[in-house]
């Protein structure tokens, strides 16, 4: 089974200001791994995803993350935050093979930013 | 494209009456999920479906829980009767594709249940 800690719970930022939202996973098996953001009163949707190759990924509105092997972690990270990037932030891993390729998700990061 | 529709959005009831949720995916998507939210929590999954056949209810809690897939494509979540500790967004997400764990999920905005 796979198991994701989200370090931070809320994270308040200044406009501008960069940041980084830390996770961390654990798996026994070799695992795929995401961010998906939720704004309030909306569904999640994708920022991002690792399956292979580069360890930097580049996502949509400016976030990019890095992952980790040997740290086992897939930090959300961007220069230089917008008001609007005000939202919930989940990590997520599922493994590549095995039966249990579901989506595990971590309990999520608040980020606020302050004008 | 119109994204996954979920319906109510909100919904209150009384402890040991039955409720139910809908969900219509995005067409062509074969696989659907529905996930459970507490506040303040990542989303749990309940039950995945490979068009209509669930492939993963192991954390489906079955003495009130029960959910359908009819047809393969909109799907309807129940419960019946539920509880105070029932209160929570359900959400419905599907995805397109055999690699399950490389799919993309795509969520509804969810359901938010109350339960007095």
């Known amino acids: 089974a796979q198991s994701v800690t989200q370090l931070d719970s809320q994270v308040p930022v200044f406009e501008e200001a960069p940041v980084e939202l830390r996770c961390n996973y654990s798996s026994s098996v070799s695992v795929y791994l995401f961010w998906y953001v939720q704004y309030p009163n909306q569904g999640l949707q994708l920022l991002l995803k690792y399956l292979s190759g580069s360890t930097l990924v580049k996502g949509i509105n400016g976030f990019e993350a890095e992952f980790n092997k040997s740290q086992t972690s897939f930090h959300l990270r961007k220069p230089s935050v917008h008001i609007s990037d005000t939202a919930e932030y989940f990590c997520?891993?599922?493994?590549?093979?095995?039966?249990?390729?579901?989506?595990?998700f971590g309990s999520g990061t608040q980020l606020t930013v302050l004008p | 494209e119109a994204g996954v529709v979920q319906s109510p959005r909100y919904k209150i009831i009384e402890k040991k009456q039955p409720v139910a949720f809908w969900c219509n995916p995005i067409s062509g998507h074969n696989t659907l999920y529905w996930y459970l939210q507490n506040l303040g929590q990542g989303p749990e999954l309940l039950i995945r479906?490979?068009?209509?056949?669930?492939?993963?209810d192991s954390q489906l809690p079955k003495d009130r829980f029960s959910a359908e897939r009819l047809k393969g494509v909109d799907s309807t979540l129940k419960i019946q009767p539920a509880e105070l500790g029932d209160s929570a967004v359900y959400l419905c997400?599907?995805?397109?594709?055999?690699?399950?764990?490389?799919?993309?999920?795509?969520f509804g905005a969810g359901s938010r249940l109350t339960v007095l």
């Open positions: 997520a891993v599922s493994a590549i093979s095995g039966s249990a390729r579901q989506l595990t």
């Open positions: 479906y490979e068009n209509e056949e669930a492939v993963d």
């Open positions: 997400a599907s995805s397109f594709g055999q690699t399950a764990g490389a799919n993309v999920l795509t």
